[in-house]
């Protein structure tokens, strides 16, 4: 596995804040649209869901595209690294043994927005949700099965 270039810079300065609310973007190794089978995408769905169970986070608005996910979530018990490192180490492990498989999944780092005190998260939330249908993978959202936000 070659390093991304620069994927370094993703890490300079960042900082997790207990209550703040963040825009996560995490990629898969070699943009492989593996979630296009949306039973796989459903593995990565159930560490999502385990995460906000288990109060590190407070799960706000998902997507899974093909080759990666969108996540807005409001950090509780947990930073970014460490969530971060357990989405990603869990997901890799039932992924590849789901589809007989080993090695990298996801590209190195991720990237991540933290959204402002006061800052409305509807308009994130949207952003997240609409991305099936500006990708053209739909024509109403409610047809793409890899999903959710907090206020449905």
């Not at 997790?16 to 943009?31: E, F």
């Not at 906000?52 to 799960?59: A, I, Q, Y």
């Not at 409305?120 to 793409?144: C, M, Q, S, T, W």
Request: net charge positive; aromatic share 10%; with cysteine.
């Amino acid at each position: 596995m070659q390093p991304q270039p620069n994927s370094h810079l993703l890490r300079h300065g960042r900082f997790s804040q207990t209550g703040r609310a963040y825009l996560i973007t995490a990629v898969v190794h070699q943009r492989q649209p593996i979630f296009n089978d949306w039973k796989v995408g459903r593995l990565l769905v159930a560490e999502l869901k385990r995460a906000h169970e288990h109060g590190w986070v407070n799960s706000i608005a998902w997507v899974i595209m093909p080759d990666h996910f969108h996540w807005l979530v409001q950090l509780e018990q947990c930073t970014l690294a460490r969530l971060m490192q357990s989405i990603k180490s869990r997901s890799t492990l039932t992924i590849n043994r789901k589809l007989n498989r080993e090695g990298a999944f996801w590209q190195t780092g991720y990237h991540d927005r933290a959204i402002r005190d006061g800052e409305d998260l509807l308009p994130f939330a949207r952003y997240i949700v609409a991305n099936p249908l500006r990708a053209g993978l739909v024509e109403k959202i409610g047809d793409y099965p890899l999903w959710d936000a907090c206020w449905l």
